[in-house]
């Protein structure tokens, strides 16, 4: 999808096609000339309502408000029911009634996201004409910056949405395609194309040295070998330091503690948390975020043979403190572990994890929604607000002393899983907790995408598979402290 803007009134744009978005189902606006038509088909204007009449080259297409994310799902609505035509130019206007500027990167994103294909694996692959989206600014041209800031909301939401998308890319690759090494060479491809970005890949012997035993028990019965990741993006004199630790492991078939069959479906989907950080950092680069930004990740397959870690089996982290393995499904959060004692190491002044680290947080608060945890209260309050504005869903689980309880171990520091299955997405972010120094603990936030990274059915925007989730949330998070810095 290309997207270019013009400041031709949207009457004057030469086009193919025109989408006009109908905002609660007002069809007396002075955008809508097809008013008796559309009330003669039943288009009544709301949220993914859509109406493509191909005589007159328009498709309306409705949105229950001017809410960012209404607009995105809207703009991607209308694609979707002409990207089989052979339209290869399409115009919409910028839709000055309410925030022209965030209106079109709402656009931009909403269009680049939604037209994403993955059709790696397709023998024969669906011939699709190339299209052009051109966004009319006519209506800001009475705002002395709103042009400019459209160029820059253009590019912005490009970068947001590139990254996010390929993303889903590295989610969305067959496990046979997508191991520790690949994902590994895939980090360092990053750093030697993007400016001020390093790289280190540590193999078994680094993770031997750093005395990682918990991320060593869970890759060990795996013939592809573990990787420990680590970029760094440097910009000169940033202004602070974030640090991404991403949960790596491109295939769990649940160890041991085997996962009946329909549950290992999809589990190529437990490296989403890596290929999030990865795409933050790449997203950061190219947006020239004035912070430093690191990612760790520990990439690793749960598999199984005589070598394979085992219930019963007490591991030692890199911190010293041990742990009793009650499941070795619970792996994810072993690997985390070390990585994220690692990271405390690096003095961030703020520390995320992400990861597909529970179903529990799946069943806590649905497919769609990310699970944040951790102790400071406003941190998380702060990520809340830029959640809305970047359109990913989020929502807050409470630590509590009482389910902390559930980890404790007759022979260990801790087990790996709770005693009952109730709250296992807070324990789980209570275990990580372990590994976090109290120097941190107040910079840590923890990202369970369990829900949205992965879903079978196309959701909004979202293709079936994966979906990017927390890229757009971390980049918008770090542009909104850019913004507040400055101002």
């Not at 003669?40 to 949220?47: L, Q, V, Y």
């Not at 503690?257 to 948390?273: N, R």
């Not at 199984?304 to 890199?318: E, H, Q, W």
Request: glycine content about 8%; charged content about 25%; overall charge negative.
């Amino acid at each position: 999808m290309n997207i270019q803007l013009s400041e031709k009134k949207i009457k004057d744009l030469q086009a193919d096609c025109e989408i006009i978005i109908v905002i609660d189902g007002d069809l007396d606006h002075k955008w809508i000339e097809d008013k008796e038509t559309l009330e003669s088909i039943g288009f009544e204007g709301k949220s993914e309502d859509v109406a493509f009449l191909p005589e007159g080259k328009k498709v309306y297409v409705g949105s229950d408000s001017y809410d960012k994310d209404e607009i995105r799902l809207a703009i991607s609505t209308a694609l979707k029911e002409i990207e089989n035509t052979k339209y290869k130019t399409i115009k919409i206007g910028s839709s000055v009634d309410k925030c022209p500027v965030s209106n079109t990167k709402a656009l931009v994103e909403g269009a680049i996201l939604g037209t994403y294909t993955f059709d790696r694996y397709k023998s024969e692959k669906k011939e699709k004409v190339e299209k052009t989206l051109i966004i009319s600014t006519e209506d800001m041209n009475s705002i002395s910056i709103g042009i400019e800031h459209a160029k820059k909301s253009l590019n912005d939401s490009q970068i947001i949405a590139e990254v996010t998308n390929s993303a889903k890319t590295l989610v969305n690759t067959a496990p046979q395609d997508m191991t520790p090494e690949v994902l590994a060479n895939y980090a360092q491809n990053l750093a030697d194309t993007l400016p001020n970005v390093t790289c280190f890949i540590g193999d078994e012997k680094f993770l031997e040295e750093q005395k990682m035993g918990a991320f060593l028990a869970v890759s060990r019965a795996s013939i592809n070998k573990p990787r420990f990741i680590h970029l760094s993006y440097k910009p000169q004199n940033p202004k602070e330091k974030f640090v991404y630790v991403g949960k790596g492991l491109t295939y769990d078939s649940g160890g041991l503690s085997i996962k009946p069959a329909d549950f290992m479906v999809s589990m190529k989907s437990d490296m989403s948390g890596s290929a999030t950080v990865l795409s933050i950092l790449e997203g950061a680069a190219r947006l020239k975020l004035p912070f430093e930004i690191d990612v760790v990740i520990g990439s690793c397959e749960n598999m199984i043979d005589g070598s394979a870690y085992k219930p019963d089996d007490v591991l030692v982290a890199r911190n010293g403190k041990t742990i009793e393995v009650k499941n070795t499904d619970a792996e994810g959060r072993l690997v985390l572990a070390d990585c994220l004692c690692y990271a405390c190491e690096l003095e961030p002044d703020y520390l995320i994890d992400v990861a597909t680290l529970t179903g529990a947080c799946v069943v806590a608060v649905g497919e769609y929604t990310t699970g944040i945890m951790g102790h400071n209260g406003a941190l998380k309050h702060e990520l809340l607000k830029s959640a809305k504005s970047s359109g990913e869903l989020v929502a807050t689980l409470q630590f509590n002393k009482y389910l902390k309880k559930l980890t404790k171990s007759k022979i260990a520091d801790m087990t790996n899983v709770g005693s009952n299955r109730y709250g296992g997405a807070i324990t789980a972010g209570m275990f990580l907790d372990n590994f976090v120094t109290d120097e941190v603990k107040q910079k840590w936030m923890h990202w369970d995408i369990a829900g949205p990274a992965f879903v079978d059915s196309a959701w909004g925007y979202n293709q079936a598979g994966a979906s990017g989730a927390g890229v757009r949330l971390a980049l918008y998070w770090m542009q909104s402290k850019t913004y507040n810095k400055k101002h």
